[in-house]
């Protein structure tokens, strides 16, 4: 079982992808140029952002005082798909036409997943050392 994961482990997620995501623009301005940059930067914040929202939804509707947040998380259910599809339009339309620019802004969106994923191993990997 994993124990390191505690209630730090978002901030760490967020500052791991902070790091991976300045290494990534600075790839991606080397190999592709600035569209290709503009790209991972959007699915980037498109992929915090989802995560930062998560974070929020989760935090607010599963507590004991919950009764005051429902109507608010109601609102944050109904509007949750229309505003990612805006979104993820919004960044596609921005790159129309740029084959580098949609190749780094769906690398982009798996930024936290990605992340996430590989503090997961990294700890297994660390348990089963110490073991």
Known sequence: MISAIDAGFI???YLTSSYVWFFGLLVSISVSGWRAALGWTI???ISVGLLRAI?????NTFRAD?????????AAIALHWPVLIAAL??????????????VAFCAGLVLTQAVIALKVVGMLIVQRLNK
Do not use: Q
């Open 11 to 13: 901030r760490r997620v």
């Open 55 to 59: 974070e929020w939804f989760v935090g």
């Open 66 to 74: 919950s009764k005051r947040i429902r109507g608010v998380s109601l």
């Open 89 to 102: 339009a919004g960044g596609i339309w921005l790159g129309r036409g740029h084959f580098p620019y949609i």
């Open 43 to 45: 699915g980037s914040a």
